[in-house]
Structures are given as C-alpha cells and as structure tokens.
C-alpha cells in the first residue's frame, strides 16, 4: 500500500523555524517527484513546493520562496521541508503528496498541523 | 497565471447532476493546462479524482466528469449521491512562473 506519512508539526513563535518529514512507503520513492501543500484552517489548499524525483531541482511558491527549502533522501525514503523566518500565514496543515502525472497529486499523507504564534 | 476561481456551493438532490466550474484558466500558446480535481471530506486528506482536465484515475467512480473549455475547467457529478457531499478544488499546473495553482474550492451539499 502506498503510505506518506508527515512528522514534525509543532507550534512555534513568529520567526521561528520547523523542519517537517514525511515518510514515504509502499511505491519506489526515488522515480517520484514530490510536493508539500498546505491548508489553513478551514481555508483552501495551497502548493508550497515540489523537489524532483534526484533532488537536483526545487521550485516553490513566491510566499515561501527564501524561507522554506525542500530537500529528500532516497536512501532513507523521505522527504524535508526546512521552514525558516516563520509567519503567522504559514499557520496550517501541512500535507506531502506525491506526483503520480504531471502535477497530479496522488496519494495525500494525513497532514501535519504546523502553527505559527506567539 | 492568477487564482482560480469556484462557486462556493453547490447543491442538488440525490440522482441529479451538477456541475463545478473553475475559471481563470489563462491560455498561453506555449504554456501547457493540466487540470486535476480533489474531493476532500471533513477531517480528511484530499483524493484525487479527475487528472489531465478527464482522466479518471482508477477506483474512482465514473459518476465523476471532468471537461475544459476555454478558460474553464468544469467537474461534473452525474447521479449524486450522499457520499458526494465534500469539498471539491480544481488544480492547473501551467509551465509558466506560477507552476501549479488550486481553485477556491466548492462546497458541494447533497
């Protein structure tokens, strides 16, 4: 069964930083590219960030861009996203997803909740 | 590109059809459109069901449609069930700097 399945949510001050894993299972993880996308509450879905399937290449959202960092390690079959310089707007689940085609996301880990306040 | 548009709501009785539109879409001769469709119930993690504007991937009922015309992608329930009753979110990945951008989300009420 293909599983992801995040880690690393916490509540930090703004400012901060967080590091979230996600844990692939289930599927052969170094042919995927992979996605983060987040959820504020009770709000709509956002993409923050991709990283291909080597890692030699990221992109990400222009809110994010020069605070979160996307990287994985194949060896160990998981995915990182480093958060820095925090903002009360990142508050929200955070979700990994796996790109089966083309930006097309399948399957969504459970999420996990990262909130930014003081 | 810019947001992606949805009706808030939709609603219907069971066994009737409805249909979600997602607009904004803005066509560029070399840009590429691939549309994907989520389905996302309370408390839970979004599913996909439509990927390439109609491509349904496997274990997804056919009930579910997916179409695009112009600026706008639109989903399509036919025979509406209970279980239909969710969120619904379009999503465009495009080849220009925006990348990948998801709709407003609709809320679909059986």
């Known amino acids: 069964e293909v599983q992801l399945v995040e880690s690393g949510g916490d509540l930090v001050p703004p400012g901060g930083s967080l590091r979230l894993s996600c844990a692939a299972s289930?599927?052969?993880?170094?042919?995927?590219?992979m996605h983060w996308v987040r959820q504020a509450p009770g709000k709509g879905l956002m993409w923050v960030s991709h990283i291909n399937s080597d890692g030699s290449g990221a992109r990400y959202a222009d809110s994010v861009k020069g605070r979160f960092t996307v990287s994985r390690d194949n060896s160990k079959n998981t995915l990182y996203l480093e958060m820095r310089r925090l903002r009360a707007e990142d508050t929200g689940l955070y979700f990994c997803?796996?790109?089966?085609?083309?930006?097309?996301?399948?399957?969504w880990g459970q999420g996990t909740l990262v909130t930014v306040s003081p | 590109q810019s947001a992606l548009t949805q009706p808030a709501s939709v609603s219907g009785s069971p066994g009737q059809s409805i249909t979600i539109s997602c607009t904004g879409i803005?066509?560029?001769?070399?840009?590429?459109?691939?549309v994907s469709w989520y389905q996302q119930h309370p408390g839970k993690a979004p599913k996909v069901i439509i990927f390439d504007v109609s491509d349904r991937p496997s274990g997804v009922s056919d009930r579910f449609s997916g179409s695009k015309s112009g600026n706008t992608a639109s989903l399509t329930i036919s025979g509406l069930q209970a279980e239909d009753e969710a969120e619904y979110f379009c999503n465009l990945h495009t080849s220009d700097s925006t990348l990948c951008v998801f709709g407003t989300g609709t809320k679909v009420t059986v």
């Open positions: 997803v796996r790109d089966r085609r083309r930006f097309g996301f399948d399957p």
């Open positions: 803005t066509s560029d001769g070399d840009n590429y459109n691939y």
């Open positions: 289930g599927f052969t993880f170094n042919t995927y590219w």
